[in-house]
């Protein structure tokens, strides 16, 4: 096995939210687009889920994530349809993707190099006279070995929306996505539930990354963001 390191650097990359692995920390991006026109009294008001999840303990699952970051809003959940202020809907998604990578290694690998020429060629009044000096050379020039291949990854993906229960008029959407080579959707969706609503209301469109420390979130068993030292 070689004792150099390798590179992975990512050629092709959509506007995802990328597994993103490091030395220390370890690291997982999110990317999120959100929408809203959000009421300024819906303090205390209640809201339910649209989503009818008792028949999917999977999606009753997620449904519990989103509730544990509903207190962003303001919101008080029921589960009562007919009495709540707001509805929330929201879909879990993964599909599978195909990206380009282009691998870098750092062994050395040594190439030959030629060159030759001629010097000191001239001439003068009243006299007039030349010379000149043949060089050579071989030399050793650094060439870096470069590899590509597609790898399989998997693009999850977390699209929620609040809306009025009275007029149906949304009032927020937001989505979060992330991709992983082998993490799957369960295991993404703590950290998707708390990026659609991270710096809730927020401001309107633009694209947001947020970045979370792996170790840390594993230690605290919730998502935690990583903030640079």
């Not at 990854?153 to 007029?167: F, M, W």
Request: one cysteine or more.
């Amino acid at each position: 096995m070689s004792l150099f390191r390798k590179i992975l650097t990512p050629i092709v990359i959509t506007s995802t939210a990328l597994l993103t692995a490091c030395a220390t920390p370890d690291t997982f991006t999110t990317q999120v687009n959100a929408f809203n026109n959000w009421p300024t009294d819906t303090k205390g008001k209640l809201y339910a889920f649209s989503n009818d999840v008792s028949q999917n303990l999977e999606q009753k699952s997620y449904a519990d994530l989103i509730a544990k970051e509903m207190w962003r809003t303001g919101l008080m959940q029921t589960n009562n349809i007919k009495k709540a202020h707001y509805l929330v809907n929201f879909n879990a998604s993964t599909e599978t993707r195909e990206k380009i990578v282009q691998e870098y290694y750092e062994e050395p690998m040594f190439v030959p190099t030629f060159g030759f020429g001629f010097s000191n060629f001239g001439y003068g009044y009243p006299g007039w006279g030349w010379g000149n000096n043949f060089y050579s050379g071989v030399g050793i020039s650094y060439t870096p070995r470069v590899a590509q291949y597609p790898i399989q990854i998997s693009r999850h993906t977390l699209a929620l929306e609040i809306k009025n229960n009275k007029t149906g008029n949304p009032v927020y959407q937001a989505k979060a996505i992330a991709d992983s080579q082998n993490a799957s959707l369960t295991q993404v969706m703590p950290y998707l539930a708390v990026s659609v609503f991270d710096n809730f209301p927020g401001s309107n469109g633009g694209t947001r990354h947020i970045e979370f420390d792996i170790d840390k979130s594993r230690e605290q068993q919730t998502p935690v963001k990583y903030i640079p030292e």
